[in-house]
């Protein structure tokens, strides 16, 4: 399928596309105004993962390993209590936790109907996690700092009671240079070990320093002015769009499953059949007879029947020696595809190319040519074939010159035996005696058998289909019971056909 076909399967679905959208929308505004409006402030803390300088493969793992660790803490049962207890609340609220991608910044947002317990909500628990940042490290024993200064206090302890032992000896024994040189090595050893806890702590401290900063708040939350959901232009912008491709799709179902014809160029190519013309849709009948033959105002629709007349025409232009056709039957594969409109358009057509046109309603089930022509029809076909009138008294004279007309006359018990019988085919020759051109307008062939049996008597057949309206099955079905039948239609004519560039032209004009 080319796009023309795509366009004309949308635009014969469109009150489909349009319930499918509109219907989508009514949800999407429903459920967008019933939702509770929800409220987001968002805290951003800062975590330290290094000091500075170059940074190594090992670093890069702790700060990752570190980042993580807050996320999860941040979202852990017991921090969640402990934000439950703080903000007097029964249930902790929504916490969502993002790491801002190449920095040391996570982002914690927290979501409720409250803007104000929103705000408060998120800087309580950066304040949390900056406390807990140190019990991260202690674990529920001594720090290490703490284990240092004990060490450190005990070595002092140490090193003064051997001063004090070196200073004794001294004093009570000076001649004993063996004991003095042994306690003046102890007090040496005890200064080393002192100064060697002393640096340990010295940098323990500052390690214990660079860790209280780990964790820090760098932007509070502040109060939510305006809701974070319901986001009613997103959401009114994807109902349209999921509306319209959900609408679009099920159009394209629903074609799926009916399988109309949308384009003339598919009607051609399904019945193989010459396209005699293309008759576009109008909302008006541009050739009543009341106009009395002036032009008529749709100019694209005249020309498509003066196109018609052309092609028909050119069937009879053979002459009688080499077997002339002189009458045509209209039909269509179902009915209300407008044959007998385009029937009546086309005998006026020729009679105004100064041809002598009898026009035959052979419709007997649902007549509508005397409704058309505005003409009686208390007597017409019928009458001539159950013998009740003859022709002379049911031809009646049509408002345009040159264009006789026999209506169908009143409903008989049996058409198809009718116009299948002697009576009918002696009429068609009757007629030739007093017109160049006989035109009937036949039922519609596949419901009932009177075109089938009309069809043999007459010596051109026109097929009528009705573009988007009509189905594939049908026009297939149509076509293998005229095979069957041994005629072959002289071409089709497509009603309602799509416009083309010569309507834009006579707008132009």
Not at 46 to 67: F, K, P, Q, W
Not at 116 to 122: E, F, I, V
Not at 252 to 262: D, H, I, Q
Not at 410 to 436: F, K
């Amino acid at each position: 399928m080319n796009l023309k076909v795509y366009l004309a399967i949308l635009w014969g679905n469109k009150w489909v596309i349009l319930s499918t959208l509109l219907v989508t929308m009514a949800v999407v505004i429903t459920l967008t105004f019933l939702t509770t409006p929800t409220y987001t402030a968002t805290s951003t803390l800062r975590v330290a993962t290094a000091a500075g300088g170059s940074v190594t493969y090992t670093d890069y793992m702790y700060a990752d390993r570190l980042m993580n660790t807050y996320v999860k803490l941040a979202t852990s049962a017991p921090v969640l209590g402990e934000l439950t207890v703080k903000l007097g609340i029964n249930k902790p609220p929504e916490v969502k936790v993002a790491i801002v991608p190449n920095t040391e910044l996570i982002q914690l947002s927290i979501e409720s109907p409250d803007p104000m317990l929103a705000q408060s909500a998120a800087n309580t628990l950066g304040e949390i996690l900056v406390t807990k940042s140190k019990e991260l490290y202690s674990g529920g024993g001594k720090s290490p700092l703490e284990i240092l200064a004990d060490q450190l206090e005990q070595a002092e302890a140490e090193l003064k009671q051997a001063r004090l032992d070196y200073e004794a000896l001294v004093a009570s024994s000076p001649k004993a240079t063996e004991e003095v040189a042994v306690a003046n090595t102890t007090i040496e050893l005890r200064e080393k070990t002192y100064a060697s806890l002393l640096e340990e702590y010295d940098q323990a401290r500052l390690r214990e320093a660079l860790r209280a900063n780990t964790i820090s708040v760098v932007e509070p939350a502040l109060t939510p002015e305006s809701p974070s959901q319901p986001r009613v232009a997103i959401n009114l912008i994807l109902g349209f769009f999921v509306g319209l491709c959900g609408g679009v799709g099920l159009a394209f179902l629903v074609e799926n499953l009916n399988s109309r014809l949308y384009t003339s160029e598919q009607i051609e190519n399904l019945t193989g059949l010459t396209l005699l013309s293309k008759i576009p849709a109008t909302k008006r009948k541009f050739l009543s007879p009341s106009n009395n033959g002036n032009h008529p105002p749709d100019m694209p629709l005249y020309e498509a029947f003066r196109r018609l007349r052309t092609n028909v025409l050119v069937q009879t232009s053979n002459g009688p020696s080499e077997g002339m056709l002189r009458s045509f039957l209209l039909t269509s594969a179902e009915p209300g595809e407008g044959k007998s409109t385009i029937a009546v358009h086309l005998a006026m057509a020729m009679a105004r190319a100064d041809q002598k046109v009898i026009l035959v309603d052979a419709d007997m089930r649902l007549p509508t040519l005397h409704e058309l022509l505005d003409l009686p029809n208390s007597r017409g076909l019928s009458s001539i074939l159950e013998k009740k009138a003859s022709l002379k008294e049911v031809l009646q004279i049509s408002h345009v010159q040159g264009l006789d007309v026999i209506t169908s006359g009143p409903v008989p018990p049996n058409p198809s035996e009718l116009l299948g019988s002697s009576r009918m085919g002696s009429l068609i020759q009757e007629l030739y005696g007093q017109c160049d051109i006989v035109l009937i307008d036949a039922p519609a062939f596949l419901p009932v058998a009177d075109a089938e049996v009309l069809a043999p008597l007459i010596d051109g057949v026109i097929l009528v289909v009705r573009r988007i309206y009509i189905r594939l099955a049908a026009v297939r079905d149509v076509c293998k019971q005229l095979e069957d039948i041994n005629i072959r239609p002289i071409g089709i004519v497509v009603n309602q056909a799509e416009q083309n560039g010569n309507y834009y032209y006579y707008r132009r004009r």
